[in-house]
Each structure stands twice: as C-alpha cells, then as structure tokens.
C-alpha cells in the first residue's frame, strides 16, 4: 500500500489542517471508457486503480476516515452484466488488497443494506469486516447497496419499534439519539467531500452525515483522480473558512465547543 511520496511534502499541506474524514462520490467511470471507445466495464476497471491510488495516499496523509460510494441501491437497476462486473471487481479488489490493509493497520467497514448483495460478494465484504475488525489505522469504509434516505428510513424505522416497546420516549428523541441509529454510527461526519465526473449533485449520499461538509465538485473522470488530485482537494478544503454557522471572527476563535454550538444554528 505505497503512496507518491512527493506529493506528502508539498508545501502547501498544513498537517494540523487536514480534513479528517474524506468521503468521496466515484463519478464518470462509463463516461471516461465511452470517451475512448471502450465498453464500460474497461473504465470501471480503470477506476479500481484510482481506488487504490486514492486509498494509499488517503492513508500516507493520516486521514482517519476514508468512506467511497462504490454502488448505490439505485445502481442495482443497471443492466445485469455490469452489476456482474462491479461485484466481480469488488470481490478481486478486496481479495488482491486484504494482505496490504492488515499490513497497514486499516479497518474496513461498510455501509448499506448488504443483505441485497451477491451471495459470493457479501461473504467476501463479510472477510474483510471480521478480518480487520480490531485495525486501530485508518478507516475505509465503502457505501454498498447505500441510499442515504433509505439510511434514514432505517434509523426511523429502528426507533418507532423502540419506541413501541417503550425503550425510547418520543419527546426525548434528539439528534444525537437519531444519529446513532445510523448504519455506522462511530463514524466521524465528513469535513470534506468530493464528487468526481464534472456532476453537482450529492446523489443521495450520506445526506444526514454531510450536513457541514465542504463539497468539492472536480471535472475528472473518477479513472483520471489519483494521489495527486487528492492532495489537489485538500489543499483546497484547507483554504476555506469553515464556520459551522458562526461569524468568520468567531469560527477562528473558536474551540470545537463553540463549533458545535454553531451547528445548531444557520451555515
């Protein structure tokens, strides 16, 4: 699991600055094999690589969290070969990188309604999750199977039978309570997250977790986003001002008290 070590020394990286949970939207595979003539399956491959280029720096940077939306609910209704495909590639590139990840301390985790997976695909997602459940390193965690809402339908669903059962009073029911009824509760929520493919839109993705994130939108096919354009994103994340809803003068003043006191008001 090597990274580009130029890139760790850029000048422009300030390592009290960097974001600690990096989530990512993986955008413009088919568009970027389409542009060159090749089926679509060639770029969902090429965007394996850009997986793990972008998962090695992420973990040379000491990012603590790394979350990839790797197939939404709504990808299951694609044509059935390339959800083949995209199984076939998960299941290899867990298999191939397992021994590098247990290598580098690195957790694996995994968000969604995994029940709907492939039987061969869940049992080797299933692999990872046990084999690297004690990893103290950094946290890569692949949204299969996801759908934000239907995260939130989950969590509402989990809470109205506790509520039936009288484990919870609904007048008592807060953010804090909601939100640990989440697929991954322990999660830190994304300071940053970017979308690849030149596209604008969150795509239903972690809508409840990014709700101050900074979103960076960038114009590269997710083959084409690599160490390079991660250090690319950070740089720009740290030139932002975060103010969680507070004034500039307050935001650089205050601790992280008053930054979660800001979230409760407006951004």
């Known amino acids: 699991m090597s990274s580009d070590p130029r890139l760790l020394s850029d000048s422009r990286l300030a390592p009290d600055r960097m974001p600690g949970h990096v989530a990512i939207i993986m955008d413009g595979n088919g568009r970027w094999a ?25 973990h040379a940077l000491g990012l603590s969290t790394l979350t990839l939306y790797a197939f939404s609910l709504e990808n299951w209704n694609r044509p059935k070969t390339e959800v083949r495909s995209l199984m076939g590639l998960l299941e290899e590139y867990l298999d191939k990188e397992l021994p590098e990840i247990m290598e580098k301390d690195v957790r694996v985790r995994a968000l969604g309604r995994l029940d709907r997976l492939p039987r061969t695909a869940r049992l080797v997602v299933n692999h990872a999750l046990r084999k690297t459940a004690n990893n103290q390193g950094m946290t890569l965690a692949f949204a299969l199977s996801y759908g934000a ?10 809470l109205m039978r506790e509520a039936f059962a009288g484990k919870i009073d609904p007048e008592s029911l807060d953010e804090k309570t909601f939100a640990a009824h989440m697929y991954a509760p322990d999660l830190p929520d994304p300071d940053l997250m970017i979308r690849t493919g030149g596209e604008s839109r969150v795509s239903n993705f972690l809508l409840w977790q990014i709700a101050y994130a900074e979103i960076l939108n960038s114009p590269l096919m997710w083959p084409d986003f690599r160490e390079a354009e991660l250090v690319e994103a950070i740089v720009e994340y740290q030139s932002r001002e975060r103010r969680f809803g507070l004034t500039g003068e307050q935001a650089k003043g205050e601790t992280g008290e008053g930054k979660d006191a800001g979230k409760a008001g407006q951004s």
């Not at 003539?37 to 280029?53: I, M, N, W």
């Not at 239907?150 to 989990?158: F, L, P, S, Y």
């Open 34 to 58: 389409q542009e060159r003539g090749l089926d679509r399956t060639a770029g969902h491959r090429e965007g394996v690589e850009s997986v793990r280029a972008v998962v090695r720096q992420a």
């Open 149 to 158: 809402r239907q995260e939130i339908v989950d969590a509402a669903r989990q």
